[in-house]
């Protein structure tokens, strides 16, 4: 069995500057996310979708959004809630701050797409400065409407922020619903 050397053990060390920077606080996640990006890159790959790795210019989305929130100053989240019953399938939308006029519906190809816009604008008057501000940010989802939906008869509603839309199911297409009996091999 080999010596090993104590001598150096027993000497103090000297402990490495504490970095506090958001870098050092989140590479263990930054680390898990570069391994997952690799683990989808390799399974998509031939699939002609485009990397996640790097956003605009060339920047890490992920970690903009962590290091700097205002890096998607431009982007609306919107998140959509979709429910699917015997006679229809409804679409519902959450959008504080978002103005009806703001709000377009389209179908086309048997697409539905919903584009908004969200703008603000602050002012603040002091005596001894003047600061105003403006805001935007945009949101488009699009949603592939079944060939069991009537599209003539498709109907939105927006009231006090919250957006509806009413995707009837045409007669001869609503679900019969059949008990399946399970059988006993043994």
Not at 154 to 160: E, H, P
Request: with cysteine.
């Amino acid at each position: 069995m080999a010596k090993q050397d104590l001598s150096k053990a027993s000497e103090p060390t000297k402990a490495a500057p504490s970095d506090t920077s958001s870098e050092s606080v989140f590479s263990p996640l930054m680390e898990l996310r570069h391994r997952m990006d690799d683990l989808f890159e390799d399974v998509m790959q031939g699939w002609r979708v485009p990397s996640m790795r790097s956003g605009a210019q060339g920047l890490d989305p992920f970690r903009d959004f962590l290091l700097s929130p205002k890096a998607y100053g431009n982007f609306v989240d919107v998140k959509f809630d979709v429910s699917n019953s015997e006679d229809q399938i409804e679409i519902t939308a959450e959008l504080p701050g978002i103005d009806e006029k703001d709000v377009d519906i389209s179908l086309s190809d048997g697409v539905l797409s919903v584009k908004g816009e969200k703008k603000a604008e602050s002012e603040e008057k002091k005596k001894d400065y003047y600061c105003k501000e403006r805001r935007s940010g945009s949101f488009v989802r699009s949603f592939r409407v079944p060939a069991s939906i009537d599209q003539e008869k498709i109907k939105a509603s927006f009231d006090k922020g919250v957006l509806e839309i009413i995707l009837p199911k045409r007669p001869d297409a609503k679900a019969k619903a059949k008990k399946i009996k399970i059988a006993n091999k043994s």
